[in-house]
């Protein structure tokens, strides 16, 4: 690469690599842009259970909603996102606040 051009790279801030190979350099770029890029958020499902109940509970003055469910694939975490579902459509979708076991507090 001629030293004038190397020159008006660094003046323009344009990023330049040299290579001898294209499938190197091809490499290089794809390394780069994906270093660039937002990372994807990626789901796993961790467990599925059948809602048997679904209510509100008044805690105090707020409205608490409940799901009672059963465990069917899988496992529950305390820790973990939960999606209420019916069907396609999303019900509820978010942490889950407490984790009883017939009215039982279970730490996970």
């Known amino acids: 690469m001629p030293d004038a051009l190397q020159k008006l790279c ?14 190197r350099l091809i490499e290089a770029i794809k390394v780069d ?5 937002p990372p994807k958020k990626q789901e796993e499902i961790l467990g599925e259970a059948n ?18 469910s ?22 509820c979708d978010g942490k889950c606040n407490l984790f009883c076991i017939c009215k039982i507090l279970i730490d996970m």
């Not at 842009?33 to 890029?37: D, H, M, Q, S, V």
């Open 10 to 23: 660094k003046s323009s801030n344009v990023e330049y690599r040299l290579s001898n190979v294209i499938y």
């Open 33 to 37: 842009i994906g270093k660039r890029l």
């Open 51 to 68: 809602v048997l109940a679904y209510f509100k509970v008044t805690e105090g003055k707020k409205k608490v909603h409940v799901a009672g």
């Open 70 to 91: 059963r465990c069917t694939k899988g496992q529950l975490k305390r820790d973990a996102n939960f999606r209420l579902m019916r069907g396609e459509e999303i019900l």
